[in-house]
């Protein structure tokens, strides 16, 4: 397949190497709306350089694309490309409102191409590993999870950006941009629909200079467990997110690559785990590239992807809801 980025900026680097290692396919266009970057991958990977999507698509046909724009272009630049016959393998989050998830969800059932979501966390070696055992029954029922995601983002991270911390182009802070992987990480090991979400949103070391939030706690109700969630971008280091699953028979505790397993009789069991160094840095996951090689296969395969507009829905309305209580300080209901 002939493949193209649109948007190179800092996640895309990412996209182009794990794309790099797909010897079957290649990689033959960029698209950046400032042209000098577009330029700067087609030289580090060969392929053409356009200053726009349409372009790229008009003068290319290519059969896929990845788009890594800021936020608030995601939705429309995924609809315009399955309107236009392109497979769309779409960043984080895929949407910022509600509005904009009903477009997406429509336009994606409606097309012969396939819409990957790209949530790579879930391919994390560590969260396949307590996936399998809290589905083998080992672990017993899953009562309650918790989330830590305590990050450094800077004044300058935002104040250097164009786009980062305006509610306009963002839809939110830190949990839309930041930890929107470890929330919906919790929602997958927990496996069960979401009852409600009571969620408190703030600033306290960025006040006055983004108008998104740099933190969040929700908490989330389900039919047989609850979920407490923590973000905050206060921290000065870039610790790895905790996840935390409370089980009848264990807690088990997830950092990075690691899976400790607290069994209720005081035994304590670290799960052997094989990770390989992937793009990217450690505390986002490194998932990318599975999950990237798993889109191409699903396409080549014919079969659905594993992270669609379905599969990830309860996750998106997750998030939306989070915001709609925090704003609202009512908690919602689904
Ligand atoms: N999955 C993950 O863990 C992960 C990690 C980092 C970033 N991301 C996501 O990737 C996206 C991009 O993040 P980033 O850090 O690379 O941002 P960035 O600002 O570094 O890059 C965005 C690029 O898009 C370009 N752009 C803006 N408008 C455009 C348009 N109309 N047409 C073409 N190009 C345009 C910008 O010029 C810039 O080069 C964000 O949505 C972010 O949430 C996801």
Known sequence: M???????????VTHAKCIKQLAEHELIAFADIKPERAETFAKEYGGNAYSSMEELLEKESPDVIHICTPHY???SMAIYGLQHGVHVFMEKPPVINREQWKELKEAALHSDQQLGLCFQNRYNPSILKAKELIGSGETGKVLGARGIVTWNRTKE???GSDWRGRLEYEGGGALINQSIHTL??????VGQKVKSVDAVI??????????VEDMMSAYIRYPEAVVCFYVTTAYNADSAP???VNCENMIIRIEELSVTCYHKDGNVVQLPIEGKKGYG???????????IQDFYHSIEQNKSFRLNVSTMEETVLLMLGAYESGRSGQEVSF
């Open 202 to 211: 703030g600033n306290q070391h960025l006040k006055g200079v983004i108008e």
């Open 2 to 12: 002939r493949i193209g980025i649109v948007g190179c900026g800092g996640i895309a």
């Open 73 to 75: 272009l995601h939705t």
């Open 184 to 189: 919906d990480l919790l929602h997958y090991l």
């Open 242 to 244: 905790l996840i935390e």
């Open 281 to 291: 840095k450690s505390y986002w996951g490194a998932g990318h590239e599975d999950c």
């Open 157 to 159: 991270y935002y104040t």
